[in-house]
């Protein structure tokens, strides 16, 4: 079974549109979560934690559900730039690495 | 943004042939990470390292070896190029193991003919 998993998509949304992805995790002992972006042919970047309590980062907000192993993140208000892929990051108790999902694919349409 | 440069950026080698690549970073963070990116697979680790001369293997560390003589430079080398190792190689930097995430370089495209 993989660490991370996630749905690869792609998600086709209009511009305005609400949109939300989840990431699944097999080790219930994890203790770092992490949002990425990355646009094509360019390396992944930073986008937010998860926290236990949620986060909220102006349009997108980050939620970790410990009981049923996942994250989400939501991302309300597409904009055309909202358009990458979106990668999960997992940290296992020893965290000595990430183990990262293979990424959902976004295009806001206009 | 964060100072983390890969070199090369692109590469075409032979099969059988050394390669290696080198990440720099100019933040003085303890750890430094390699991960291949293919399709189907995402990023994987494979090898990081936690401070100078220290090193680990990470889940994919067959074929490849690395090495940190100094703070800054992070290397991978490819001992003997194989086709499997056609991928797209990124390197990443974070202050500690886990509270914080990482940040990547712009990364390495490696074919192997």
């Known amino acids: 079974r993989k660490e991370v998993e996630q749905d690869p998509g792609p998600f086709n949304v209009p511009e305005g549109a609400t949109v939300a992805f989840n990431c699944t995790y097999s080790n219930s002992a994890s203790q770092s979560f992490f949002w990425y972006r990355q646009d094509c042919r360019k390396e992944p970047k930073l986008l937010m934690s998860v926290y236990s309590s949620g986060n909220e980062d102006g349009r997108f907000t980050a939620q970790l559900n410990r009981a049923s192993q996942y994250i989400s993140l939501l991302i309300r208000d597409s904009k055309l730039s909202d358009s990458a892929t979106y990668l999960c990051a997992v940290s296992p108790n020893t965290g000595n690495q990430f183990y990262f999902g293979t990424g959902t694919s976004l295009t806001v349409i206009p | 943004d964060a100072g983390i440069t890969q070199s090369p950026r692109h590469k075409v080698t032979e099969t059988g042939t050394p390669v290696t690549l080198r990440c720099h970073q100019t933040?003085?963070?303890?750890?430094m990470y390699w991960y291949r990116q293919d399709p189907g697979h995402g990023l994987r680790l494979i090898h990081y390292s936690y401070g100078v001369k220290d090193t680990d293997k990470g889940e994919v560390s067959d074929g490849y070896s690395v090495s940190r003589s100094k703070t800054e430079d992070f290397l991978l080398t490819l001992e003997s190029a194989t086709s499997s190792q056609t991928s797209v190689y990124f390197c990443?930097?974070?202050?500690?193991?886990?509270?914080?995430?990482?940040?990547f370089g712009s990364g390495t495209r490696l074919t192997v003919v």
């Open positions: 933040e003085n963070h303890r750890y």
């Open positions: 990443a930097i974070s202050v500690d193991r886990s509270s914080n995430g990482y940040t």
